[in-house]
């Protein structure tokens, strides 16, 4: 099935204007958002948090980019920013070749039929006072999008195309499990056919057998709607399942970028490779085969991160120019990209 077709409150059809193939759907350069920290009755500024610290990737149409590390390394910041949920302390984002890093809230409007967000904790993201037909026809009301056969028969059909019943329309978000709650969300998400969806941790709030199907149901829709997903997830075998692409993030920075297949068959960074030794292998004799890293310490406050490579002081291999010279994030091999000075796997 499909969604029925889009008109504007002027009866006119919404054009097709996706980018021509060669062209990053989404592009982010120097990205930056730092919190400030305040002080006393003034409210005086004494530090800030360095969440996101000068972040460059872009994301190609039809494709899925998937984001990785720990908690707080800046993961949910970088979806919110490249959603301009958050206002940007630096960088530049462009979305099909146009700069929306600053734009107001007016400006922004038209764009947000184009960039939508999945949110984690499918509990607090839906307003419990409202129907699920009030939460997902909400998009089409806010932006005064009109539909063929009217709001109702549209958001019945997006309930059927993320697996719900179209009698859910009239039931609340408490009368839902977890899993349908999500698939709420995500069809709230898709009601204005948006050409990058952002999702962050879509399924870590779920039970493990609901993952799958909601993983699945991802999938599924960007092959028949033609999305393109930045997914941001700590669960490496969720990643791998869903991405073309993956960049692994520590400390508000992107540390390693690679193809699935280059990344999980030969990670480069250091701090990747303890990631995926991390992995849990059903198989007892691989599991004895494989060597397990173990990371001594925490990872630094973003308060005051390291000098050098921020993962220095926890990594076997650093050296003195670690810990004095920041690592460049360069490509050693077509299309991956690694920021170490000591990289591993790399080619001679």
């Known amino acids: 099935m499909t969604i029925p077709p889009q008109t504007t409150a002027e009866g006119v059809a919404a054009p097709p204007d996706r980018p021509v193939d060669g062209e990053p759907l989404l592009k982010v350069s120097g990205l930056v958002k730092h919190f400030p920290i305040t002080k006393g009755l003034l409210r005086r500024q004494v530090g800030a948090v360095k969440a996101v610290d000068g972040l460059d990737f872009h994301v190609m149409p039809g494709e899925t980019l998937g984001v990785v590390g720990e908690s707080g390394c800046g993961k949910s910041t970088m979806g919110r920013l490249i959603t301009r949920l958050l206002e940007p302390t630096g960088g530049k984002v462009e979305f099909e070749g146009r700069d929306i890093t600053h734009l107001g809230t007016s400006a922004m409007r038209p764009m947000r039929r184009d960039v939508q967000m999945i949110f984690q904790d499918p509990y607090s993201s839906l307003n419990p006072r409202h ?96 999305l393109t997903y930045v997914i941001i997830a700590h669960d490496l075998s969720v990643i791998r399942h869903v991405s073309d692409r993956i960049a692994v993030m520590y400390l508000g920075k992107i540390v390693e970028i690679a193809d699935r297949e280059s990344l999980y068959g030969k990670p480069m960074h250091p701090y990747t490779n303890a990631l995926m030794s991390a992995v849990p292998v059903p198989d007892p004799k691989r599991r004895t085969q494989r060597k397990r890293i173990l990371l001594t310490g925490d990872v630094p406050s973003p308060i005051s991160p390291p000098a050098g490579c921020r993962f220095h002081t926890r990594c076997w291999k650093a050296t003195e120019v670690c810990k004095t010279t920041e690592p460049p994030l360069v490509a050693l091999q077509t299309g991956h990209q690694v920021a170490c000075h000591h990289p591993e796997n790399a080619p001679e």
């Open 131 to 226: 129907t699920v037909g009030t939460i997902v026809s909400a998009p089409f009301r806010l932006q005064k999008v009109k539909t063929e056969h009217g709001t109702k028969k549209a958001v019945q059909d997006l309930l059927e195309l993320v697996g719900l019943s179209p009698e859910h329309y009239n039931r609340y978000p408490h009368e839902f499990s977890g899993g349908q709650r999500q698939r709420i969300g995500i069809a709230r998400a898709l009601a204005l056919k948006p050409k990058l969806v952002v999702a962050d941790e879509p399924v870590s709030a779920l039970d493990v057998s609901i993952q799958a199907q909601v993983v699945n149901l991802l999938a599924d829709l960007q092959s028949e709607l033609g």
